[in-house]
């Protein structure tokens, strides 16, 4: 891995992500919306920025050419379909080979065997219909966007986050291939460890097609899993099927 393409680094969790690749010596190119492009000031000289909307399949296009690994946040901003479009430009646009990383939220199944609680189901789809009343973000096509993802033949890594929270690193959260898990109940995640498992995921073969569902290494929940399996893991469920 030596070049990097991050498309939505101005984010929050871009920023992050940004941080720990140049960490690793990595050469980056972060593409972010034109009027975004002063929040990644700090990283003036370090990165190369291709200015433009994450959808248009030229601005990736430019982006992602030589790179060896593709990080994507699929924000579900609008409802003309962002998330979904912004996914098929680096599916179709990324070298055939490149790791593809992906990051989304827990209401994301891949197979339809995760189990969330009323209270989660419920807030998602109230969420889901106030973003479409007042036209500001389009969860639905988050949905969409990562089926085109798990369907494709490239080497994608889909990462579902929990709750996220400011502050210290935690390390290197803890993961489960299913929501409803015991060691994902404590849901929360600091962002700046949620954008460490991404840039782990781009050298982590293990996690080449799977979607992992992540929590905070130090939440309660991840420190008894440990404590009852004797030590911390990585992946705190073991692969099945």
Known sequence: ????????????LGQYMVRHALDRGYEV???????????LAAFEGRITVVPGQTDDPEVIRRAVAGCDGVLTVLVPWGVRQYASGTAQAVLDHAAPDARLVFSCGWHITRDGKDRYSWWFTTGVRLAALLGRLVRAVEIDDQVEACRRVFASGTRWTVVRGSSLEEGKSQGLPVWSRR??????????????????????????DTLVRE????????????LAHASASGAPRTDPSPPTG
């Open 1 to 12: 891995m030596q070049k990097v393409c991050i498309v939505g680094a101005s984010g929050k």
């Open 29 to 39: 190119v972060g593409v972010c919306r034109e009027r975004s492009v002063p929040k």
């Open 179 to 204: 929501v409803g898990d015991a060691v994902l109940a404590s849901n929360r995640t600091r962002r700046v460890d949620f954008a460490l498992f991404m840039v782990e995921a781009l050298t982590d």
């Open 211 to 222: 979607a992992p569902a992540i929590v905070g290494r130090l939440t309660p929940s991840a």
